[in-house]
Antibody, heavy 122, light 103 residues
Framework: HLQLQESGPGLVKPSETLSLTCTVSGGSISSSTYYWVWVRQPPGKGLEWMGSISYSGTTYYRSSLKSRVTLSVDTSTNQFSLKLSSVTAADTAVYYC??????????????WGQGTLVTVSS | EIVLTQSPGTLSLSPGERATLSCRASQSVGSSLGWYQQKPGQAPRLLIYGASSRATGIPDRFSGSGSGTDFTLTISRLEPEDFAVYYCQNLGNFGQGTRLEIK
């Protein structure tokens, strides 16, 4: 079955760029049926969708983050990545990658990676 | 942007009881609503999609209903493992969550 795993630094300094990679296993990232997403969750708070990317590189970003977020995909390694620039303490969160299933009944996130905590601190 | 408002914020019930969680959308979303369960330290898990369809492997004690702006997630008989936080979702928007705790 499909599994996703986030990787990247757990500590980032303010004003720097947060970079995370999601490795997809048990299936191909190169499917036109799905998008691939990043969702974050600040400690003790709710879920925030950040952006989505297709295997061909089509992207959609949350409007409030659009100026700072970049998603990319590498089909040769079955990975997709997140870059968030100019981070502040407010960007401290657990970052999840996931698959976005799109269809007539709507768009849903399934499955999710286990999540990785990124702390922004000097 | 569609705003999803969940109620109550916290629900205190005992195992074996019935749980009813609500999600209201600021404008009609048709039947395009999902429900997720999140346990401490774990990623969310998709329970319901299309407002009323159970995801793969989800027990039939979980059911969803509603359309338009008002939706309900019902857990018919609570099991100990059901105590968690539940989120509703439409497109890139999530509700703020309902915490289901043991009474």
């Amino acid at each position: 079955h499909l599994q996703l795993q986030e990787s990247g630094p757990g500590l980032v300094k303010p004003s720097e760029t947060l970079s995370l990679t999601c490795t997809v296993s048990g299936g191909s990232i190169s499917s036109s049926t799905y998008y691939w997403v990043w969702v974050r969750q600040p400690p003790g708070k709710g879920l925030e969708w950040m952006g989505s990317i297709s295997y061909s590189g089509t992207t959609y970003y949350r409007s409030s983050l659009k100026s700072r977020v970049t998603l990319s995909v590498d089909t040769s390694t079955n990975q997709f990545s997140l870059k968030l620039s100019s981070v502040t303490a407010a960007d401290t969160a657990v970052y999840y990658c996931g698959r976005l299933i799109t269809g007539a009944t709507g768009n849903y996130f399934d499955p999710w990676g286990q999540g990785t905590l990124v702390t922004v601190s000097s | 942007e569609i705003v999803l408002t969940q109620s109550p914020g916290t629900l205190s019930l005992s195992p074996g009881e019935r749980a009813t969680l609500s999600c209201r959308a600021s404008q009609s979303v048709g039947s395009s609503l999902g429900w997720y369960q999140q346990k401490p330290g774990q990623a969310p898990r998709l329970l319901i999609y299309g407002a009323s369809s159970r995801a793969t492997g989800i027990p039939d004690r979980f059911s969803g209903s509603g359309s338009g702006t008002d939706f309900t997630l019902t857990i018919s008989r609570l099991e100990p493992e059901d105590f968690a936080v539940y989120y509703c979702q439409n497109l890139g928007n999530f509700g703020q969550g309902t915490r289901l705790e043991i009474k």
